[in-house]
T-cell receptor, first 115, second 113 residues
Framework: NAGVTQTPKFQVLKTGQSMTLQCAQD?????MYWYRQDPGMGLRLIYY???????DKGEVPNGYNVSRLNKREFSLRLESAAPSQTSVYFC??????????????FGPGTRLTVT | DAKTTQPPSMDCAEGRAANLPCNHS???????VYWYRQIHSQGPQYIIH???NNETNEMASLIITEDRKSSTLILPHATLRDTAVYYC??????????????FGKGTLLTVNP
């Protein structure tokens, strides 16, 4: 299993440009997540998808959109990038179900710089 | 969600046990204690979790106090590769709120030769 994969690994954007960060998992997990991590900070949840066909906002959703394309893939889109969105973005996935306590598996991250 | 308090940094000598504390005094009955770590520039890695009983796996041991208000992660024989930020998280899957895995700032553990 590759686990959770993310593309690209690095990206530089100019202010106002758009881009989509891709995430895929091959563990047949129901739930998927997007986090951002700023220097010296913990992870903050942007959006999540509890199951295929559903998406919900996390702590910091402004400026982002997501698509749960299928059970494997969960993409994050920046429509008009801003310097404040310079960060490292992590995708994660987890088996899910009420009452269950599965751990999240994280991808290697995408390092995004907006100039 | 309950919040956690961890020291910002700790040092440990290579080969010795690393004991990382976490306070979670407002934890509720259905919340689990999870530990993750993040090695520099990598994605977080799950270590261990528990509810009431102490737990052990191939990576670490988790000791939870009887009142569940605090816990300690133990790395029995720390190596240089264990240098990382360690996150203590309390989390509940009840009520469909299974997204609320909130990462704080964690403890930077530095293992010294």
């Amino acid at each position: 299993n590759a686990g959770v994969t993310q593309t690209p690994k690095f990206q530089v954007l100019k202010t106002g440009q758009s881009m989509t960060l891709q995430c895929a998992q091959d563990m047949n997990h129901n739930s998927m997540y997007w986090y951002r991590q700023d220097p010296g900070m913990g992870l903050r949840l942007i959006y999540y998808s509890a199951s295929e066909g559903t998406t919900d906002k996390g702590e910091v959703p402004n400026g982002y959109n997501v698509s749960r394309l299928n059970k494997r893939e969960f993409s994050l889109r920046l429509e008009s990038a801003a310097p404040s969105q310079t960060s490292v973005y992590f995708c994660a996935s987890k088996k899910a179900g009420s009452g269950e306590t599965y751990e999240q598996y994280f991808g290697p991250g995408t390092r995004l710089t907006v100039t | 969600d309950a919040k956690t308090t961890q020291p910002p940094s700790m040092d440990c000598a290579e080969g010795r046990a690393a004991n990382l504390p976490c306070n979670h005094s407002t934890i509720s009955g259905n919340e689990y204690v999870y530990w993750y770590r993040q090695i520099h520039s990598q994605g977080p890695q799950y270590i261990i979790h528990g509810l009431k009983n102490n737990e052990t796996n191939e990576m670490a041991s988790l000791i939870i106090t009887e009142d569940r208000k605090s816990s300690t992660l133990i790395l029995p024989h720390a190596t240089l590769r264990d240098t990382a930020v360690y996150y203590c998280i309390v989390w509940s899957n009840s009520g469909g709120s299974n997204y609320k895995l909130t990462f704080g700032k964690g403890t930077l553990l530095t293992v010294n030769p």
